[in-house]
């Protein structure tokens, strides 16, 4: 059974909906459901984008495929949790098994800590997302004439009232939720990233202790012992966090190039057009979450490399060369195996670090 204090509701809440939270008896509808949905969405977006590639004004086009774009990569990445839905699993478990064995008060209000921290980025991200989906639709709402809120191509008029208000009010809800999805899975990544450091930190802690009690003589064979055991769960967890995001950050990559070009485009052209203001007030926002995507992922591979690493200068600077053979070569092994570098890759090409991100531009 999961602990609710060491997931976030927000988290907990996006996870149920998309049919990952698990032994949720809902999972198999809520990802049915979904699919469907995204498979009608993105039929009637690119039909639309095939039909209008030749006649529509380029600008316009942008407008289209960025859209379009951004729901095709949610789909992607809900596919790829949902084929790696018991690896995942295995992560939650590791999440709440680490909060349950903790019993240090101190350890234990550091993880609530970092609990807090992921619920706050969570729910701002959410919220960042929406308002980029309000500002958008806003556009929309008070242009000159009619203007769908998503441009899809279906096969009735969709122009005429009622159903343009019926069509443009369920396109703003989808989009709304799958806006607000994406924001969810980044925030996903933060709270697995933030669980991670914290682990880290408890150990680094661990270790400074272990270096107090080698000063006054005592034997610490069995705390070594503890915490072998202990990093080596921390570099499965990163393995597993690897392997669940790699072509995540794959595909998010691939994506964000060519979204930032659409964007970037739009901005450009929108100097020198009638409803500039409008252009600006419904790209800038996405721009800006295209960009935030991009970073959070960068954020967390550079965040697992320095937490990694800070584990292997702890133990480096403990006065391990002081303890009897038979105890130092703990230390040894776990000087050896920080060595290896943890980091989330893109696709096993490369790692992710804010170096990436700036090569993103």
Known sequence: MLNEKSISAPIEFGLRLIGLWPNYTYAIFHRILWTITM?????????????????????????????TLSNSLLFVKLIILWFNDRAFEDILIMV?????????????????????????????TIILYSTTVILFSISVIFAPERVPVLKMEFPFDAMRSPIYELVSILQFIQELIFASTSGLLNGLIVTLILHFGGQAEIMCQRLGDISSEIIKGESCKDRLRSLINAHERIINFSIYVENVFNYIALIQFLSNTLAICFSGFMIITSFDSDQ????????LPYYTVVNLEAFVLCFAGEYLTSKGKAIGEAAYTCTWYELRPNESRYFLLLILRSQKRLTITIGKFMDLSLECFASVR
């Open 96 to 124: 709440i098994e680490d909060y349950d064995n903790n019993e240090e008060t101190n350890d234990r209000e550091r993880m609530n800590n970092k609990v807090i921290l992921s619920k706050r980025f969570a729910s701002c």
């Open 39 to 67: 498979i009608f969405v993105l039929f009637f977006e690119y039909v639309y984008v095939v039909m209008h590639i030749k006649t529509d004004e380029l600008p316009d086009l942008m407008d289209s495929l960025t859209i």
């Open 276 to 283: 500039g203001t409008v252009i600006l007030a419904k790209t």
